[in-house]
C-alpha cells in the first residue's frame, strides 16, 4: 500500500478549468492588449509559475494551514504595512511593493488569510456560534477592510470583507443577525457616503445611478462597455475586429473591461463558453467542500469558491452597469500577476483540503 507521503494530490477537474480558463484568457488578452506580445508573454509566465505553485500548494495536509492561519494574517497585515511605509505611489494608490524587477499588489493575501484564519477561528465553535466570537470575527474583518479601503483600493476591500463575511456565514450565523446588519448598514450610509468614501468613488456611484449626466467623463467606461457587449451579437464581430477594443474607445481593455472586448468579438456564444467553465469550476469545488474531512476544511473550501464566485459576479455585473466600477479584474482573464498568484495559491488550498482524507487505522 502507499503511504501518505507517496501520494501526490491533484484535481484533474479543477486542473483543466484553470487551464482552460488561462489559455482563453491568454487568447483573450492578445485582442484586448492590441497584439502586444510583451504583454501576453509577462502573463504566461505569470500561468506556467501559478500552476506550479498551486501544485505545491496543495500537498501538505490542511492541518499546517490550520495551524500557520495566525502567523500567515500578521504577516499579511505587516505586509501591507510595509507596502504605507515604502511602496511606490501609482494613480493616486499605495497598493504595491517591489522585489527587484516584479511588483506584487500585497493587499491580494489578505484575501486568502482572512476566510483560513475566520475558518481556523470558528471551525469547532459551538452552534450557533455566539455573539462574542460574531463580534471578535467581524472585528477583524472590518480592520482588514478598512486598512485596504484606505490605500484606496475598493474592490480589493469589498472582496477581502466578502471573503470573511462568507466563513462567517457559512459557520452559523443567523438569519435575524443578517437581516439587523443590513439594516444597519442603511441607516448608517449617510456616514458612509461623506465621510468614508473619497470624492472619485462618490463619482462612481452618482454615476452608476445616472449614467447619462457625464457621458463623456465619469461615464464614458461603462457607455462604451455597454456599447461593446451589446454590438457583439450571437456569433461576435470577429477575432481582433471589434471596433470599441480596437480603435480604443473602450477603456481599460487589458483588466477591468476585458469581459467586453469578449462579448464584443465572441458574442454571447464565446460568452456562453466562457461563464460554463466558471460554472463547472465552481459546481466542483461545492462538491469538495460537501466531500472535505472536517468542518475546518470545509469552511475553507466553501469561503475560497464563493469569494471566487463573488469577484466573478462583481466584474460581471459591473461592465454591464449593474453595479459602480470599483476595479475588480475578471479571474485568470484579465492582466495582473498579484491578482493571479492569489487565486492559483487559493485553488491549490482548496485542492489540498479536498484531497486529504483521513487515513484510518488499518
Given at each position: ?86 511602496g511606490p505611489e501609482i494613480n493616486g494608490a499605495q497598493r504595491w511593493v517591489r522585489i527587484g524587477p516584479m511588483s506584487f499588489q500585497s ?256
Amino acid at each position: 500500500m502507499n503511504k501518505p507521503f507517496q501520494k501526490i494530490y491533484f484535481d484533474p477537474y479543477i486542473f483543466f478549468s484553470l487551464f482552460l480558463l488561462s489559455i482563453l484568457g491568454l487568447f483573450f488578452l492578445f485582442s484586448a492588449s492590441n497584439a502586444d506580445m510583451s504583454i501576453v508573454f509577462k502573463q504566461f509566465i505569470y500561468v506556467v509559475v501559478g500552476f506550479i505553485v498551486m501544485i505545491l500548494i496543495s500537498q501538505p495536509d490542511p492541518d499546517i494551514f490550520r495551524r500557520m492561519s495566525g502567523l500567515f494574517l500578521i504577516f499579511s497585515l505587516l505586509l501591507l504595512g510595509i507596502t504605507y511605509l515604502f511602496g511606490p505611489e501609482i494613480n493616486g494608490a499605495q497598493r504595491w511593493v517591489r522585489i527587484g524587477p516584479m511588483s506584487f499588489q500585497s493587499s491580494e493575501l489578505l484575501k486568502l488569510a482572512v476566510p483560513i484564519f475566520l475558518a481556523k477561528f470558528l471551525f469547532d465553535k459551538k452552534l450557533p456560534i455566539q455573539r462574542k466570537e460574531i463580534i471578535i470575527s467581524l472585528l477583524i474583518i472590518f480592520c482588514c477592510f478598512f486598512i485596504v479601503f484606505r490605500q484606496p483600493d475598493l474592490g480589493t476591500a469589498l472582496i477581502i470583507a466578502c471573503s470573511g463575511l462568507l466563513v462567517l456565514f457559512l459557520s452559523g450565523l443567523s438569519w435575524s443577525f443578517i437581516g439587523g446588519s443590513i439594516i444597519l448598514l442603511i441607516i448608517s450610509s449617510p456616514f458612509i457616503w461623506n465621510i468614508l468614501l473619497q470624492p472619485f468613488q462618490r463619482q462612481r456611484i452618482a454615476t452608476f445611478f445616472n449614467p447619462e449626466s457625464d457621458p463623456f467623463g465619469a461615464s464614458w467606461n461603462i457607455i462604451q462597455s455597454k456599447v461593446a457587449i451589446g454590438s457583439g451579437g450571437l456569433l461576435g464581430k470577429g477575432f481582433g475586429e471589434g471596433s470599441q477594443t480596437q480603435l480604443n474607445f473602450l477603456p481599460e481593455t487589458e483588466t477591468d473591461f476585458i469581459f467586453s472586448v469578449i462579448g464584443e468579438e465572441f458574442g454571447f456564444l464565446g460568452v456562453l463558453l466562457l461563464l460554463s467553465i466558471y460554472l463547472f469550476l465552481l459546481l466542483r469545488c461545492f462538491y469538495l467542500a460537501l466531500s472535505a474531512r472536517d468542518r475546518f476544511c470545509r469552511l475553507v473550501i466553501g469561503g475560497l469558491s464563493l469569494t471566487f464566485a463573488a469577484n466573478l459576479i462583481i466584474n460581471l455585473c459591473m461592465v454591464v452597469g449593474l453595479l459602480p466600477v470599483v476595479g475588480m479584474p475578471l479571474p485568470f482573464i484579465s492582466k495582473g500577476g498579484s491578482s493571479l498568484m492569489s487565486l492559483f495559491i487559493a485553488f491549490g488550498i482548496i485542492v489540498s483540503m479536498g484531497t486529504h482524507k483521513k487515513f484510518l487505522p488499518q
